[in-house]
């Protein structure tokens, strides 16, 4: 089987795409894109869904490479930091352990009203099924993921996590592809 090389695709907190090439040592040339460059308004268009004003979509994605329309027609890693929490109460809580105080991360988990609500999220199964799973219920499988437009187009185009609008629920959950992170088959 043939190594399988992957640019990654990055979007920073400044919102702009940049586009790193992978080669058979690793990672090189760090290359910012513009609206006239190859693929970036289709990555763009599948990294900001919804509105502007609150981003959701992948958080991380593998961007296919399949004649569809929507896709990119490459097969690179995107990572959206405007999808993604990195201060959050997991990675900003002290060690009881910590060997040096003084160089601890500037890292401020700051409350947000989503922490305090329940659990609440939706995870992409086998056999192209999403189910939603809330805190004190049993799971439920989205009734019909043809008026899930959002939710299916993110699939499609490799999310792996992120956030997206579930009409089922009237309102933006996280989603997980968990059949993207079984790890991979020697064959």
Same mark, same amino acid.
Not at 26 to 45: I, T
Not at 110 to 136: H, I, M, S, T, Y
């Given at each position: ?8 695709? =990055? ?25 006239? $460059?190859? &693929?970036?308004?289709?990555?763009? &268009? ?6 502007? @004003? ?10 296919? &490479?399949?004649? $569809?329309?929507? @896709?990119? *027609? ?15 109460? #997991? %990675? /900003?809580?002290? #060690?009881?352990?910590?060997? &040096?105080?003084?160089?601890? /991360?500037?890292? =401020? ?8 609500? !329940?659990? $609440? ?9 999403? #189910?939603?799973?809330?805190? $004190?219920?049993?799971? %439920? ?12 187009? *993110? ?8 956030? +997206? ?10 989603? +997980?592809?968990? /059949?993207?992170?079984?790890? !991979?088959?020697?064959?």
């Amino acid at each position: 089987m043939a190594e399988e090389l992957h640019d990654l695709l =990055v979007i920073p907190s400044n919102k702009k795409l940049f586009r790193i090439q992978a080669n058979a040592e690793g990672f090189e040339n760090p290359q910012p894109l513009g609206f006239y $460059d190859d &693929n970036y308004r289709n990555v763009m &268009n599948i990294a900001q869904a919804g509105d502007s @004003t609150e981003p959701r979509g992948p958080a991380f994605s593998v961007l296919p &490479n399949k004649p $569809d329309p929507s @896709t990119s *027609q490459i097969s690179c890693y995107l990572i959206n930091s405007e999808n993604l929490r990195a201060a959050n109460p #997991w %990675t /900003t809580a002290a #060690w009881n352990s910590e060997p &040096n105080p003084g160089k601890i /991360t500037d890292l =401020v988990a700051e409350p947000r009203n989503l922490d305090a609500k !329940k659990l $609440d999220f939706l995870v992409a199964g086998p056999d192209g099924k999403v #189910w939603r799973v809330q805190e $004190d219920k049993a799971p %439920t499988e989205l009734p019909s993921l043809g008026v899930e437009s959002e939710i299916f187009v *993110q699939l499609r185009n490799g999310l792996v996590a992120g956030s +997206v609008y579930c009409e089922a629920a009237n309102t933006v959950l996280p989603l +997980v592809n968990v /059949t993207s992170l079984y790890p !991979k088959e020697k064959v």
